[in-house]
């Protein structure tokens, strides 16, 4: 994925190693938190050549803006397990193809890598399952409406800073995830995969 927010996330990341590498380590942070945040979806979007209406390329890449609401429970310094709920803002489009969107549930296990006092970098293992939707543009030839629930798997990366024992800014990086060949196929599309990058910030009770 080539969005801006991802270059700005591996940035983050670098940032945070470099700034704690003097401090002193960090307390286990066990215990149930929240967060939410907003950040940006991309979904790579490949069509059939016979979907590609004239001057128009047959893969891209389309942002949009998303949101993330969750939930955990952090069992020591190192892993945690907790469930999130993704949307985008707005439908992703097409012209002359038509409009997609997604949204999805997930569950994630972090293992976390305490680095100094305030900073963690964290790597996810996430499941869930997927709403799909598209819906073609006026007069687009051979495409249907489609919708679909879907299973989904991801890896993902991650960073957190604490600013106190309750508050922290968190960045995600989650990896793709896939539209199932039967709803491609209505899309009239070979891939139709969408990854996200987002900033929350997170409440530890």
């Given at each position: 994925?080539?969005h801006p927010l991802f270059a700005i996330g591996a940035a983050?990341?670098?940032?945070?190693?470099?700034?704690?590498?003097?401090?002193?380590?960090?307390?286990?942070?066990?215990?149930?938190?929240?967060?939410?945040?907003?950040?940006?979806?991309?979904?790579?979007?490949?069509?059939?050549?016979?979907?590609?209406?004239?001057?128009?390329?047959?893969?891209?890449?389309?942002?949009?803006?998303?949101?993330?609401?969750?939930?955990?429970?952090?069992?020591?310094?190192?892993?945690?397990?907790?469930?999130?709920?993704?949307?985008?803002?707005?439908?992703?489009?097409?012209?002359?193809?038509?409009?997609?969107?997604?949204?999805?549930?997930?569950?994630?296990?972090?293992?976390?890598?305490?680095?100094?006092?305030?900073?963690?970098?964290?790597?996810?293992?996430?499941?869930?399952?997927?709403?799909?939707?598209?819906?073609?543009?006026?007069?687009?030839?051979?495409?249907?409406?489609?919708?679909?629930?879907?299973?989904?798997?991801?890896?993902?990366?991650?960073?957190?800073?604490?600013?106190?024992?309750?508050?922290?800014?968190?960045?995600?990086?989650?990896?793709?995830?896939?539209?199932?060949?039967?709803?491609?196929?209505?899309?009239?599309?070979?891939?139709?995969?969408?990854?996200?990058?987002?900033?929350?910030?997170?409440?530890?009770?």
């Amino acid at each position: 994925m080539q969005h801006p927010l991802f270059a700005i996330g591996a940035a983050v990341l670098a940032l945070s190693l470099s700034t704690a590498a003097c401090a002193q380590s960090a307390g286990d942070r066990e215990g149930a938190y929240v967060f939410g945040g907003v950040g940006a979806a991309t979904t790579q979007w490949e069509a059939k050549r016979s979907a590609v209406p004239v001057g128009q390329k047959r893969s891209e890449d389309k942002s949009s803006t998303s949101y993330v609401l969750g939930g955990g429970y952090r069992f020591n310094r190192y892993f945690a397990l907790e469930g999130s709920y993704h949307d985008l803002f707005g439908d992703v489009s097409r012209r002359g193809i038509g409009n997609f969107d997604t949204k999805s549930l997930q569950l994630s296990a972090l293992g976390i890598l305490p680095i100094g006092d305030r900073f963690e970098l964290f790597g996810k293992v996430s499941v869930g399952r997927s709403r799909n939707e598209f819906t073609p543009a006026k007069g687009a030839p051979g495409l249907s409406k489609a919708s679909e629930n879907v299973n989904i798997a991801s890896l993902g990366v991650g960073a957190n800073y604490h600013f106190n024992d309750h508050f922290a800014l968190r960045l995600d990086i989650d990896g793709l995830t896939k539209a199932s060949n039967s709803f491609r196929r209505k899309a009239g599309a070979d891939d139709i995969k969408t990854g996200e990058a987002t900033l929350s910030l997170a409440y530890r009770f």
